[in-house]
């Protein structure tokens, strides 16, 4: 019975090829145009470290008071040094990190194959960073609490550096120069750039080449190695700019800091503990407001900072509306098509037909359409997908990618949203009182 | 004509024409925002810098490992780099002008800061970018000075930037703010709490921020040569030889010190058409996306209205057959198509307004987004009409052609 159902509405649908061609089409676009966005979008807020980022969280804590907040009395979304440092010393969480972004040089050396300065991506770090992270070493390991306070001379290289300097292989041991000073090689990462950068909340964004070398937090703070990214002041105050010596001292904002809690309890009582030090400092009189710290997961924290941006947002909506368009026109379409054949469907109940053999009828031959539609929206998506990096920035565009999963959720929204606007146009049909149009007419 | 056999007729066929007003209504909406995004778009980049942007070159380099300590020696010793800089792209053949700059328009780091009118920072604050530079750097930007002066090379300081010049010149805007009756020249503010007298006004200096704001053209001078390991250079070339120039001075700055470092794409040595060009290419995906999704949906409503007209037309053909016997000419048959047409277009596009507004009003909440002007929606509205007599003139036309004889058949 479904064979012939099949080859009936196949029969009927090459009848009039305009308009099959027509319908096809226009459900290709709006599936191909829906997908392409959906498909930046999943790109975009997919997140960096599934397996581990509800244990991570973001503390800030409000060092401005209440002239300075964001909106919804939002304190800053970084730290200065005096509390940054306050938070590393008193050691509460699991596991804790203060960041900084550095962009030192790497000085040609007698070993290196490349002779001229290269410019590097890194941060400066304690060293539960890598652990705290789930970073993975191929050689080596990071640093250790004693190396963090000391500070030592010691650096973690990303593969991409340890190819370009020492041509590959084990390093760890070998002599590195970044700005003048030498570092020791401890460890060696996999190249690791995990989209968005989550760890930096300054500016957690996409892009990037991904960090390059990590140097101990003391370390970069000794050798006066500048904070390679925005900072913020309070309002009233004047920015210390490249004076790296006056920003460490002043209030201003320039500091990332992560934390890992390990369950609830641990969360709460970080929260406490947040709170008691904003209390503390209230009490020195340094600040002179109650206490209005954030503690945020990752995932939340990403959401907060809008990490989708909002353009892309937009052309998701309007992405969407073309698709409801387009459905909204196939129903139009299905509707003057299958009524059309009024006096072949009277025919066919005349002749026994229930009227569920012409409801499966006109179904399969909207799924036929569907069907043809999807594989139309595939070829337009994968199209799409490729060229999105034309008209989206770079960083964005990267992160749409075609799997298997979204080429088959094409191709299941086409099918049921052809089906879907096939619904009504099929009960109608049904409706058709056979008496009506097999009288001559 | 009257309407009401029209509407009769329509009645018949409720959830079709409901349909075509809802297709239409939605595409109305959509087109309409659609249309306002680009509108905005394409002003953003339109917007004037303020600078003469013809023949202007921004340099941007590094010297490695200079580390951010602030002893007299270290910054000496920049500041004798830039200056031997400075001197070697002044005097190359295609070059002008070129100066000392922290930042140049749209597109690069900077600070800023608040300047007001009172040295505890109460009451009015102007919000500005700070453009540290020296002397030349007004002239080379290409900057029009409405009031005041320019300043001479004594007034240029050095070191490590900060806002506390003694002489400054601002934007038209920051006059405006800080001295509504255009008394601006010859005053003192207070920048961050350091003093500055006014010395100069140039009409438009956008700041280095690509993204829209209230303070986007709030920028000041600053007399001061930074020295920091990042140094940049703005560089005005003669007169159409921009791609020489560009040639050039990479040669010679490479020349001079091939210990530099101009990653790009951010550094290096760039035309300023360039940099806008890469500015704004973000704004030019949004117009294209935009424009290519609303030219789709009008295609479609169109193919709606075509397919959904030529199905009345068949259904109808017997009842055109009659009307023509009994009198009608054919240009009374188009005219009926029309007016059906224009009927339920009207109805879309009223519907359709009221969904665009309210679109509007769902992204302002949502997404950073300004009201839609009624301009908007009149123009969204003549486009929805404009595009149902279109698509419905192909149907009407075979509708028209349908002979009197056809009234006289019994099939």
């Known amino acids: ?441 | 004509m009257t309407v009401h056999p029209i509407l009769a007729a329509l009645r018949r066929h409720k959830v079709a024409v409901l349909l075509i007003v809802l297709q239409i209504a939605l595409t109305l909406a959509i087109v309409a925002n659609a249309l306002f995004i680009i509108g905005q778009h394409i002003q953003r980049m339109e917007r004037p810098t303020g600078a003469d942007e013809k023949d202007l070159i921004w340099v941007l380099q590094q010297w490695p490992g200079l580390s951010g300590g602030d002893d007299v020696a270290t910054l000496e010793k920049i500041d004798a780099l830039q200056r031997t800089d400075l001197e070697i792209l002044r005097h190359l053949p295609d070059v002008q002008d070129a100066a000392a700059s922290t930042s140049i328009p749209i597109l690069s780091g900077f600070s800023g800061g608040h300047i007001t009118l009172n040295p505890n920072q109460q009451g009015l604050s102007v919000h500005a970018a700070y453009y540290f530079g020296d002397q030349r750097l007004r002239h080379t930007l290409g900057l029009h000075l409405i009031a005041g002066r320019d300043f001479d090379a004594s007034e240029i300081r050095h070191g490590r930037a900060k806002a506390d010049s003694p002489a400054i010149i601002v934007s038209k805007p920051v006059a405006d703010a800080l001295f509504p009756n255009g008394n601006a020249l010859g005053q003192t503010v207070y920048q961050d709490g350091s003093p500055a007298t006014i010395v100069g006004i140039v009409e438009r200096l956008q700041t280095p921020k690509w993204a829209d704001s209230n303070w986007a053209y709030n920028s000041v001078l600053e007399p001061f040569r930074d020295d920091d390991r990042w140094s940049g250079y703005v560089v005005r070339a003669r007169p159409g030889r921009v791609q020489a120039a560009i040639r050039e001075a990479r040669k010679a700055l490479l020349a001079v010190n091939p210990m530099r470092l101009m990653p790009e794409p951010s550094a290096g040595v760039h035309a300023f058409s360039e940099i806008r060009a890469r500015a704004y290419r973000q704004d030019r995906g949004m117009v294209l996306l935009m424009s290519v999704i609303s030219a789709i949906l009008l295609c479609v409503t169109a193919a709606g209205i075509v397919g959904l007209t030529s199905f009345w037309v068949g259904q109808r053909t017997r009842q055109i057959g009659v009307r023509r016997a009994l009198g009608a000419r054919k240009v009374d048959i188009l005219r009926y198509f029309q007016l059906e047409n224009l009927l339920i277009a009207g109805g879309g596009a009223v519907v359709g307004a009221l969904f665009a507004v309210g679109l509007n009003e769902w992204l302002m909440t949502h997404v950073e987004m300004t009201r839609l002007p009624l301009s908007c929606v009149a123009l969204g509205v003549l486009v929805m009409l404009t595009l149902g007599q279109a698509a419905v003139l192909v149907p009407a036309q075979r509708a028209s052609n349908v002979p009197p004889v056809v009234a006289t058949r019994s099939v």
């Open chain 1, 1 to 441: 019975m479904f064979g012939y159902h099949l080859a009936l509405a196949v029969r009927s649908l090459r009848r009039s090829p305009g308009l099959t061609a027509l319908m096809m089409l226009t459900i290709g676009f709006g599936v191909a145009a829906s997908m392409t966005m959906y498909s930046v979008v999943r790109g975009l807020s997919a997140d960096p470290i599934p397996w581990k980022s509800s244990q991570l969280f973001v503390p800030q804590v409000d060092m401005w008071g209440p002239g300075d907040r964001g909106p919804g009395g939002e304190p800053p979304v970084a730290m200065d040094y005096a509390d940054a440092m306050a938070l590393m010393r008193q050691h509460r969480a699991t596991r804790q990190s203060a960041i900084y972004a550095i962009s030192p040089s790497a000085m040609p050396t007698g070993t290196s194959r490349n002779r001229s300065p290269i410019m590097l991506d890194g941060y400066a770090v304690y060293g539960e960073f890598f652990p705290m992270l789930d970073v993975r070493f191929p050689y080596g390991h990071g640093w250790s609490a004693q190396d963090d306070a000391a500070p030592s001379p010691v650096i973690v290289i990303s593969d991409k550096l340890n190819q370009q300097v020492f041509g590959g292989g084990n390093s760890v041991g070998k002599t590195i120069e970044l700005d003048d000073h030498d570092y020791r090689v401890v460890g060696v990462i996999h190249d690791w750039n995990p989209q968005p950068v989550f760890y930096d909340t300054i500016n957690p964004g996409y892009g990037g080449r991904g960090p390059e070398v990590f140097v101990p937090f003391q370390q970069a703070i000794a050798v006066n190695m500048v904070n390679a990214s925005w900072d913020g002041c309070k309002k009233g105050t004047s920015d210390p700019n490249a004076d790296f010596v006056r920003l460490r001292q002043s209030d201003c904002v320039w500091i990332s800091y992560m934390v890992e809690l390990d369950d609830a309890a641990a969360v709460q009582r970080y929260r406490q503990y947040l709170d008691d030090y904003a209390s503390e400092q209230q009490k020195t009189g340094r600040f002179d407001w109650a206490p209005n710290n954030r503690l945020r997961d990752v995932p939340t924290f990403l959401d907060y900072r809008q990490v989708v941006p909002g353009n892309i947002r937009v052309s998701l909506l309007v992405a969407l509306g073309l698709l409801i368009v387009c459905l909204v026109n196939t129903m139009g379409l299905l509707l003057a098509k299958f009524l059309r054949r009024s006096g072949e469907i009277g025919i066919r109940r005349a002749l026994g037909a229930s009227r569920t053999a012409i409801h499966a009828q006109f179904l399969i031959e909207a799924g036929v359409i569907g069907v043809g539609g999807g594989v139309l929206g595939l070829l337009f998506t994968i199209v799409g997908v490729l060229c999105i990096g034309q008209v989206l920035p770079a960083a964005d565009a990267e992160l749409a990618h075609l799997d298997t999963p979204l080429l088959m959720l094409t191709l299941l929204t086409a099918v049921i949203a052809t089906l879907l606007a096939g619904m009504y146009p099929t009960f109608r049909a049904a409706r058709v009182p056979p008496a009506w149009h097999l009288k001559a007419q």
